[in-house]
T-cell receptor, first 112, second 116 residues
Framework: DQQVKQNSPSLSVQEGRISILNCDYT??????FLWYKKYPAEGPTFLIS?????DKNEDGRFTVFLNKSAKHLSLHIVPSQPGDSAVYFC???????????FGKGTSLLVTP | GAVVSQHPSWVICKSGTSVKIECRSL??????MFWYRQFPKQSLMLMAT?????????EQGVEKDKFLINHASLTLSTLTVTSAHPEDSSFYIC????????????FGPGTRLTVL
């Protein structure tokens, strides 16, 4: 049972524009959300996280928005760069970082 | 900071043999370590959670006698796939909690296991 869903398997964006990656979840007990970036045959790299007590967290070019009522979060990358091309995983947990539930990932391609 | 290493990065073995994978947190003490498995084009699936000095907690459907986890210190956890079979071929990734960002898991680079 997939509790974290990333419905877009892929996304293509032009360099310099905004990339928006979306994630939906079904478990209302989730209280901590994370985004990871992953290259093939490598482990995920932590990007940014957000606690359920917040609705926005920003770190440089990366901003995560959380809409608890809609059980939806999104990752905004502005401006997008070719080096951002990778698979992005959304993850959520019930106990602030334990037992992460991952989505299936969205493959982002940033074209020059 | 928050570097997690895994060894080996890839391994090929014959069916029936056992394979040990090491996960180390290099610059922080990991209060908890996790083991995940990823099949091609699938999401990461949590296999087990381990705390230093105690028995691992396995997710439903994961055989604890087949996937032995030892968490001997705050910087080392090992996963042993016993009597490996071709269906165990997968990408195994560990993560560790206790790094600079609270409540965040930091992942190792993964180990590609191929069982012939």
């Amino acid at each position: 049972d997939q509790q974290v869903k990333q419905n877009s398997p892929s996304l293509s964006v032009q360099e310099g524009r905004i990339s928006i990656l979306n994630c939906d979840y079904t478990n209302s007990m989730f209280d901590y959300f994370l985004w990871y970036k992953k290259y093939p045959a490598e482990g995920p790299t932590f990007l940014i996280s957000i606690s359920s007590i917040k609705d926005k967290n920003e770190d440089g070019r990366f901003t995560v928005f959380l809409n608890k009522s809609a059980k939806h979060l999104s990752l905004h990358i502005v401006p997008s760069q070719p080096g951002d091309s990778a698979v992005y995983f959304c993850a959520a947990s019930e106990n602030s970082g334990y037992a992460l539930n991952f989505g299936k990932g969205t493959s982002l391609l940033v074209t020059p | 900071g928050a570097v997690v290493s895994q060894h080996p990065s890839w391994v090929i073995c014959k069916s029936g043999t056992s394979v040990k994978i090491e996960c180390r947190s290099l610059d922080f003490q990991a209060t908890t370590m996790f083991w995940y498995r990823q099949f091609p084009k699938q999401s990461l699936m949590l296999m087990a959670t381990s705390n230093e000095g105690s028995k691992a907690t396995y997710e439903q459907g994961v055989e604890k006698d087949k996937f032995l986890i030892n968490h001997a210190s705050l910087t080392l956890s090992t996963l042993t796939v016993t009597s490996a079979h071709p269906e165990d071929s997968s990408f195994y990734i560990c993560s560790a909690r206790g790094g600079p960002v609270t409540d965040t898991q930091y992942f190792g680079p993964g180990t590609r296991l191929t069982v012939l």
